[in-house]
């Protein structure tokens, strides 16, 4: 029997913390608003800048210093893309916020790493809001990541926690050249960084379709208690994808619907197209929430029937032993008067009799399908 | 007993993967968009381009070859239906596309094969996305076809993931002029196609209908683990048929409602009726899921209530047997002084004691209903 | 012990196929719109078609023969009254229709009877498809039947799939001229037959309320895996109710708020009250369907406890007489030196011992509150 | 044990038939709308009418006799407040009725008692139909009152199916020209009696939430079947309380947002006052009902606790004696060559080997943790 | 075995009444509306009112004697922040609201302690009602506090109905010129305190999320009918958090949307940052029902499954040794004629054939999963 209990691997797949799926809130209740306190968890990387500014001919990419001036990037006559790694320093973000003209507000944003997705249009720029949500190769955990995006005339700014991102599609098609997005403004590049990020989403779900079947099987084959903490586990998995995922269909619906002129009309046929990518999302993270849910029932109804075997098998058992049992006490008395004892065929007669009801309790047991 | 588990047959269902349920996300994010890659499955069939031409007087229909002019097509005066089995080739698909003018992202979408039903309008054209559903013979698993529907002034474009579909009725009725379809223009024929995908949405649930009834029937007369494994396999390919049928509601709302000239007045009320058609198709899903729903409460009563049925066999022999067996046991014990050993009618007047608490236990057993 | 299955019962319950609760889609993908084919269940009986025409003098009324001129009808200056039983004579229905200028569309809804309850507004008329349940005498099983309502300037057309109807008060209304109906229009004959079919839903309701608290009598007395079949079945009939019932509020809400000169304003405050009643019947039907899911939870909860009460039976004897019969096997042993077997009060004594056991366990039981 | 099955008290306590939770449908489908027939339960009290007539200066109050004259009062300078207690004279209430100008449906909807709760506004007046929830001292059984309230121009009419009412606060407001009753109009004495029967919810809802409270600490002290039945019964006249409240809502928003000049804008802060505390009630009942149903899976989870318990103690009395019941046969056999049974330490041997079995068993079982 | 009983602690963790959640609704149906009685539970501390007053200046704090003149402060030219701990001095709360100028019913409501979060825009001031909760250090309940804010031109008016509060942190912005808050209005003034209100909600879920990680850890580890009082409880709580929270998306989105000049512009964005918290607390409210609820189910599939483990022990000791019980008792009969008992090697072929027996059983329990 297993008798060790499987609560150390559960453990180890539950090791992210509930807090976490709340994570970074503002923590000092009455503090000045538009106070820029880094909220995610501690980091020790150094925070880097990054920078492609480009038009149609040129393209210049690098490593911003520490001493960079923004306020002259920010009246480059190129589109300039500045991205940064890392939100703990929170000095050189109040520099980029005010080089660019960014409200207090919209710093604080960024750096309380706990937002939801969301979009504000300012008279000057876009501020926009987004989860990019990353698995870990080896435990298979979502990991969830703010992304700040600002553009207006001219430049977009990105926020990211931490070095890594799924853009690098979107770089080689500026390097190269490739498609339109060299000839075409900061609302497109802004499409482009979003559209990556919500095609991402498909690959993170499509892993979980797979966990799912995985788990489907497990049901199916050898269910266990472990089997019931990977389904709770994935669920949890997948309330922090719905959190991530379910605010976009209003955002994106929010960019197709601005009349702001930083948005170029050609580019709303872009923004519907990731309009409909965000609903096939949700749409599919729906019904992986629902298989799992189903997966549950499937799961305690399994529980139910491998009881109901159990049953069977000691009932079984104790129903045809113990009534024969009883006979055979029944010849082990001691009276000094049982006439059967002295019989020649008692003990063959009684161990006939013995068969006939084992066998008549066998049979009624297959009538009734337990055998 | 039945120790095989059904784990075979039942893995068989099951043999549809999760992921087949999310099927053909575009998987590389940071793609430019617009880029025509087919993410179906891989598929070896040449792909067959039909068109029929026809006006009130003259109807012409042919499989066009590889060399087709389709700007010359487009240009036609007659109305032009081409109809593509089979996406892979995009080059086709991009021809076509510039012949008649359409968006690169309208020409994206027709090869990624997982869209939600929609429909798009546009200055010149429509195009609508559909899902048509089709049963597997064999395993009446749903088979789910990406049907796309272009139409705009004089022509009609249908693209299908693969050969055969449901609209040899309308092919008829173009063929024989009967009923309104030869004197009418490109959006009656788009009607058409429409209504006879929603039409065979009815069959589909049917079919289903009448799984759930044997299922039903199962679970009343033998319901068995693998019973709960069909009932979870048959809402999985509800959700398939939901995610299918549920946006139909909002795509037939979009046409009747739009004020594009497009559409003419007359076809309007038989757009009307397809909406009313795709409400009846929901309703139809909707219900059959409660059933099914209604069918797993009904499967785990069922299972409890052989739990309680085995439970009251163990109890009864038990309770019969084991107070007797310790009857026999006192008599069984090999003190040098119990009297009633001697006496002469010790024996079959404990015989007659153990009957009376037997009788006794069976007339219990029968108050409490429980024989 | 009640070993023969319940099936039997059951399985008659169930005998309206599930199928039936989608019935009588089109079947025919691809067919043209407007082809009238009836597709209700197949009937024999002979189609009867009765006129009621009258003014505030003069009434007359008659069963029409099969070579009635409707035309004339549709002239005649008094409110004219056709009602149609029987709807498998689609040749009378398109001449009924083209002498009353209806759509083929309204005439193909009217033969296809499995539509959704709706009305449709023209120019000249309305078109008001409603559901009539009725109850089958001895297995109260709903009967549902589709009732179509054309009413324009001066004339009613009602057509019902088979005879019988919940008319009757309508129709002695109108003979004895009492109330307003022989004074008002086409509108307020229309409304007084949908009424009717409402004020029936009541009853119908009613009567599911009397079978509810006779099953509520049945979990609480005496359930059995049958109580659950009924609770099941009871479940489906009430969705054929629902599936009447929901359309109607936006049905009755169009009827109220339409701008139509074709009813009078005097006749709006009889459809507001209509509209009042079917919010009355969707919310008992409501009610019923939250009592009856409630119901099910207690009869689960009464197996539990059944279980709980023969788990206990068991627990109770086999606690009490396995240890005794433990102590009488260890006297019955054969060893050579016992020498208890010898004393003259170990035979009372273990007899005692015993009597102490089986006391001290009965009041542990009598403390757990189990006796 | 409680063999005695604990449904007497049940069925006391189910005593309120399940038809009452739709009570008093019109009941004759087709008959003529605006005809009169009380439908309520029968009563034979005698109907009884007060008056109370009052302006700034005078109070008039008395009981009125079957005579009066209702035109008379209706033309009455002073604000006429007319209460009726019982329903089943008819010709009185017609009288009324046209007196004052009532809708023949006003009367109608008047004495059928199974309205929901709703607002009409006419030219003349506003009607208002409410439920009055009143306890059941002794069975604490909800019962469930309709009040017709009809407010115009100078008068208020109120329509009670019984003597006994919530508005004696109000009655003593007036004659005793406390706050500012006696200086407004119809509009204020009318939102002093809505705003009593609602202030009236909150009481119930305590007695609910004491009668919660009761329950579940017998959950979690001694849960019985009976405690599933008095949690199903809750439950029920939650849902009675749920339907008189969710309108509520509705109806206070309407007569807020009215343009009525029935309605002086001084009473539309009044009037927003009541719809604050309709949504307070609504909320309430909403959170009661979430705890109920909380309540349910506590009690399952506690029944499945005790199965839990009782299978323990099964488990450990059955695997400790039935092996040493087995040691003890063996050497109970009567084979003639078991040399076992002639050494002398045989005996205590086997005695000591019995009790490190025993011991181990117990440490086994306390190591996971049954014990 | 733990026989005592966990009610003990539960019921303590339970102390806190259901009626709690329906606290101090008015309680006198029929009671002129206006009355000032206050409805909280009795305290005895003396109510404290705190005056801060301030402009950009001058700043001067102190705390409010009986006799104060309230229509001086109400005149006063800087902005004055009036704070008053404890509602039970009804003439107190009269006299502030004359000299403010508040309508009878603000002031019911601010002494009515059991409100809903709402907000009402008046002509010259805005009436905001929320709910503070904070937690009691030792048993971790929700104290749950009724905060009414009035501001106006100049003035901003608190109550709070005791001592404590979480403005802490704004009274030192204010005494430290920290920010903007000594140049702004007093709408700036109440953003900050509603502000401090929503980011302490933060606090109380982070704690909640804690004891359900805690809770799941429980779970995994050593689940008890505790555990499930537990998750029942905590439940509950979060109901009052959520009835709490979800009033404020709405709050909050009134306070955005209006147009009143009480509020400058400048002020907006900051109510739109408050609005966005309000909606990440909803969200991260929802988060955490969902995972206690999925708590709920592993709590019961934990069950189930300990069941299972405990059967399969009690299965495999019966099944094991009732067939040797069986064995040992046929040769322990006292037949006259048993052959076997004289052969040599019965005793050790028996003794075999037993082993056999148990060896062939374990391996049917290894092959079946159960060892």
Redesign the interface.
Known sequence: ???S?P?GL??DI?SR???S??RS???????????LVYTGPERIDPVAVHLIEYDWDVLEERELEADTSFPELAGSERLTWINVDGLNEVDLIRDIGTAFGL?P?VL??LVHT???P?V?ENEDYFFVVLRMLTLDDTTLAVKNEQIGIVFGDGYVLSFQERAGD?????R??IRGK????RGRGADYLAY?LI???V??Y??I??TF??Q??AL??EV???P??ET??RI?TL??EM?VVR?AVWPLRELANALVRTESTLIDPGTG??L??VY?HT??VV??AE??R??VS??????????????????????????I??????L???????????P?????W??PA??GVMAVMAVGLVVFFKK????
């Open positions: 029997m297993n008798l209990s609560v559960a453990t539950l913390p509930v807090k799926l709340l809130f503002p923590k000092k209740p009455g503090a000045a608003p538009g106070t409200h507000l604080e944003d706990g937002q939801r969301k504000e799924v853009w690098e599609g979107v080689e098609r490739s498609g339109r997005i482009a559209d990556a990020i095609d991402n498909f690959n779900l499509e379709a797979e799912v079947e489907e099987e199916l084959e050898a266990s208690q019931m903490h709770h669920r949890r309330f959190r046929v872009f519907r197209d409909d609903i096939q749409d599919a019904t992986l629902e298989v189903g997966l549950m029932d499937l799961y305690l109804s399994s529980v139910s029937n491998r009881m109901n075997e159990i049953m069977k098998v000691l009932t079984i058992m104790a129903s032993f113990i009534p024969l049992t009883f055979a006490g029944i010849y082990g008395m001691n009276f000094e008067t049982m059967e004892l002295g019989f020649r008692a003990y009684l161990l009734r399908g337990w055998l």
